[in-house]
């Protein structure tokens, strides 16, 4: 078939965790697939490709955006940062650190999603009431049901003065 | 990764041919053979299975090796904590192989809750006897009698004597090829005595996963690697008529397999593997399937015969036909539950590989060792030659137990000659992985003068036995299950049977009580036959200040309700209350629930802990919305946009009260705690506006019916 035929792909510079990397351009890839299956980076997860659950969250330019739920072409010349992006070095994100201390996961799977979309809460709001985290968290799902340990962990990191983590670069 | 020469399983060798040193270096190994399952729960009456190894090395650690794997719910820090304990050692050189069929112990399976009852104590009774050789060890190399030796942190030293020299375990089986059985009368320590087990723990992979370094199966791949895709049926049950695969096949990369309905793609990229399932031509011949509407009536019609994943439950005692024609007051009601999802947030994934003719499975599998039989079955080939893999799993929930994808990529491996990768989209989770049965149970009862309970009748269908039985005195009994010919894939789930079973009993209880007009705590206390049970209903009651309900207080529902439940199940004791506010539009609030969960002697509070809380969550989904609907064998809502899951607006504020009991053995945590959830709630409703609601989920649009 023709649109089998082997053809040059077309490629592009993503930033990635601050690191700028040569990837194919297929108009078809969504980020999240671009990430695990072309980089590696399988922190990130596929949780149901509809953009309901949260756990394919990172951040863009600093905004948690769901990449299941964006054209790989969207993502280009931004900054893109991944879970495994987000610490320093071996010193642990404020919310990284939150999380490991309060134990607020149970199979871990929703994990990455959620310490992304609360680093990016505190970026915006450093002291965010309950009801403003659960607000922010909706997106996000874990069906070890482990809402409560996580919400202690968002209220640690803030704390902790997540704030100062933020994004990445 | 690679095995060279000709590999046997450890399980299929007798304990002392096994090649231990050659594997994991001079030492010491104890072993504990596969031990026969208790008298009651899964298993009873089965062959025996689990049992433990622990292999002490010349490094000085300890390489403890169970069949249970870990899904998700903490389990592998728990067992890892019983052998810490038992062989004094710090817990992080205590290093733990789960489920791993080339090495560990043959296990029926993780699931009933079998982990801590089980494989803790099988760990701990293997970690015992290690212990007692190395004060052998240790005695002889210091010189003293064996009473005289302590050991302490990883080191043997002269009782009391905190100066050197102390000698390391490693040093104690430095040149050791020693293989020893557990001695039959081994008695571990009481928990009571326990330090580092029952105390907090962190877990040893933690810190991977808020890293995002934790490598799950649907995380890892191998070179050359394709992706599969199964072409499912349209409908549930529907049969392959005729398949073309030429198109698909002529696709670049593309492999195709075709065995009986099977029908299985392969490509190097997803899209490829997509793009192939649609050019395969499969023409399919639906078969008839019961729509949502007349499920409980097809239910009633379809029983089956035989053995089914539960077991039948047949308890009679006394006579209930004429308890009832003499009671003053009895009471007929029906209860039902809906097929609802496992939903794990890692959908199923499987890795398989072919090398020199050996098959590696890398799954997330509540059931390696039987995937491994029924891989073998299916294809043809020695057990010996299908190796499983457990990696970490996202949760499985009792969702996890089927071998069939991993056939199919082992399948797909074999005819493209590379590796193949499959794991399940959402929908495909939704539509093609099994579901909780939807249960129908009619319950009647009856009362003397003085208000107790004198019948009990207990009619389940399609729920499964667990928890049917009453925890109360009741002189005439009668309960029975019935398992049905589902119309749709039905299996395990996180406490299947005893939330459906649960939910019937402790709703009706609550209307017989409330037709007696007594206190819905006091009445359940009158009657229930279980001390540790009662203790913790009494416990909760305490903490919510409960105050007794009379008649005239039940007269005038305002809106505002209380509700409490109680459950005994896989040794596990639970109370749970709950106050909900029934307010404009009928909409329904849970206002707080408290849940009080005993089961013995606490190994690990923390992840206990996190259990209970996370089981309560679960539980409030299938409590109150969760419903899978369909119609002609299609799901029809398989998505999460579709299908209503707890999230972070759901969960009211929820407190757990662990009631630790070191003189009893420890039982299981992730699933009793769920079960009198759904039962407080309706009971709360009830108690807030007079409307007794008898199906779950309880509010399917947020509102009471």
Same mark, same amino acid.
């Given at each position: ?148 340990? @996580? ?19 | ?144 009698? *064996? ?87 349209? *409908? ?185 990768? @499959? ?7 939704? *539509? ?274």
């Amino acid at each position: 078939m023709r649109s089998n035929a082997p053809r040059p792909r077309a490629h592009g510079r993503l930033n990635v965790n601050g690191i700028d990397l040569e990837v194919p351009l297929d108009p078809d890839r969504n980020l999240l697939y671009v990430l695990r299956e072309e980089l590696g980076l399988t922190g990130t997860k596929y949780g149901c490709g509809e953009g309901e659950c949260g756990a394919c969250k990172v951040l863009i330019d600093g905004v948690a955006v769901r990449a299941c739920q964006t054209p790989i072409g969207e993502a280009m010349g931004r900054a893109v940062t991944t879970i495994e992006g987000l610490a320093s070095g071996d010193r642990l994100h404020p919310v990284q650190q939150a999380f490991l201390d309060v134990g607020a996961f149970q199979c871990g799977f929703c994990t990455p999603g959620m310490i992304i979309a609360t680093a990016a809460l505190l970026t915006r709001t450093p002291h965010p009431s309950d009801a403003e985290v659960r607000a922010a968290l909706d997106g996000n799902l874990c069906r070890c049901g482990g809402y409560l340990r @996580i919400l202690e962990a968002v209220q640690r990191a803030a704390r902790s003065g997540a704030e100062k983590g933020g994004t990445s670069r | 990764m690679s095995v060279s020469s000709p590999f046997i399983p450890f399980d299929l060798l007798a304990p002392k041919e096994r090649p231990y040193f050659d594997r994991y270096g001079n030492g010491l190994v104890v072993v504990l053979p596969p031990q026969r399952p208790g008298p009651s729960g899964w298993g009873a009456g089965g062959p025996p299975h689990g049992g433990a190894w622990i292999h002490v090395g010349e490094d000085g650690k300890a390489r403890a090796f169970s069949g249970k794997v870990e899904v998700g719910q903490g389990t592998r820090t728990a067992l890892a904590l019983m052998v810490a304990e038992e062989l004094r050692l710090p817990l992080s050189d205590v290093e733990l192989t789960m489920g791993d069929t080339d090495v560990c112990p043959w296990d029926m399976g993780t699931f009933g809750s079998r982990s801590m009852p089980d494989a803790a104590q099988h760990l701990r009774t293997t970690g015992t006897a290690a212990r007692q050789i190395l004060i052998e060890l240790g005695a002889g190399r210091l010189g003293v009698p *064996t009473d005289r030796v302590e050991l302490v942190d990883g080191r043997a030293r002269v009782r009391g004597d905190e100066s050197p020299p102390a000698v390391g375990y490693g040093e104690l089986v430095r040149g050791l090829r020693r293989v020893e059985m557990v001695p039959p009368d081994t008695r571990p320590d009481p928990a009571a005595k326990w330090t580092r087990a029952g105390h907090p723990a962190l877990d040893s992979g933690a810190r991977d996963v808020v890293t995002g370094r934790r490598r799950y199966t649907s995380d890892l791949h191998l070179p050359g690697m394709l992706y599969g895709k199964i072409v499912f049926p349209p *409908t549930y049950g529907a049969k392959l008529l005729r398949v073309d695969l030429s198109a698909a096949q002529a696709l670049e990369g593309v492999v195709a397999v075709h065995e009986g309905d099977l029908v299985a793609v392969a490509a190097p990229t997803l899209h490829g593997a997509l793009a192939a399932v649609r050019a395969v031509r499969a023409e399919w011949e639906a078969t008839p399937q019961p729509s949502e509407s007349e499920i409980v009536e097809y239910l009633r019609r379809h029983p089956a015969e035989g053995e089914d994943f539960w077991d039948v439950v047949h308890h009679e005692a006394g006579d209930v036909d004429a308890a009832v024609a003499a009671a003053p007051t009895s009471l007929k009601e029906t209860y039902t539950t809906a097929y609802i999802i496992h939903g794990p947030m890692e959908t199923h994934a499987v890795l398989a590989a072919w090398e020199a003719g050996r098959l590696t499975v890398w799954m997330g599998t509540q059931t390696p060792f039987r995937a491994r039989d029924a891989i073998s079955d299916t294809l043809e080939i020695a057990p010996a030659s299908v190796h499983i893999v457990v990696p970490p799993t996202g949760s499985g929930f009792g969702g996890k137990h089927a071998a069939e994808l991993a056939v199919v990529a082992a399948r797909l491996a074999k005819a493209a000659g590379h590796p193949v990768r @499959i794991a399940f989209s959402r929908e495909e989770e939704f *539509t093609q992985a099994y579901f909780r049965p939807l249960a129908v149970i009619d319950v009647r009862s009856a009362v003397e003068r003085d208000g107790s309970l004198s019948a009990w009748e207990f009619q389940v269908l399609n729920a499964g036995s667990a928890a049917a039985r009453a925890p109360y005195r009741v002189p005439n009994q009668k309960i029975d299950n019935q398992p049905t010919e589902s119309p749709l894939a039905q299996g395990s789930y996180r406490a299947l049977a005893a939330t459906a079973n649960n939910f019937a009993r402790e709703s009706h209880l609550d209307e017989i009580a409330a037709r007696v007009g007594a206190d819905p705590v006091e009445y359940r206390l009158r009657h229930l036959a279980d001390d540790r049970l009662a203790d913790v209903l009494r416990a909760v009651a305490a903490r919510a200040c409960w105050t007794p309900r009379s008649a005239a207080d039940r007269a005038h529902p305002d809106g505002h309700g209380r509700g409490i439940a109680v459950g005994l199940e896989k040794g596990g004791r639970v109370a749970t209350y709950a106050e909900v506010a029934v307010g404009e539009g009928r909409h329904l609030e849970i206002l707080s629930l408290i849940t009080g969960y005993e089961c013995g002697a606490i190994v690990h509070p923390s992840n206990l802990r996190s259990q209970v809380e996370g089981a309560t969550v679960m539980a409030l989904g299938g409590a109150l919305f969760e419903a899978v609907h369909f119609e002609g064998g299609r799901v029809l809502n398989p998505r999460f946009s579709q299908y209503r899951v707890p999230r972070f607006r759901d969960i009211p504020p929820i407190e757990v009260m662990l009631l630790d009991r070191p003189d009893l053995p420890s039982q299981g945590g992730g699933e009793t705690p769920l079960i009198a959830v759904a039962p407080a709630i309706a009971n709360a409703v009830y108690d807030a506006t007079g409307r007794r609601l008898r199906s779950l989920p309880l509010t399917p649009d947020g509102v009471v019916p």
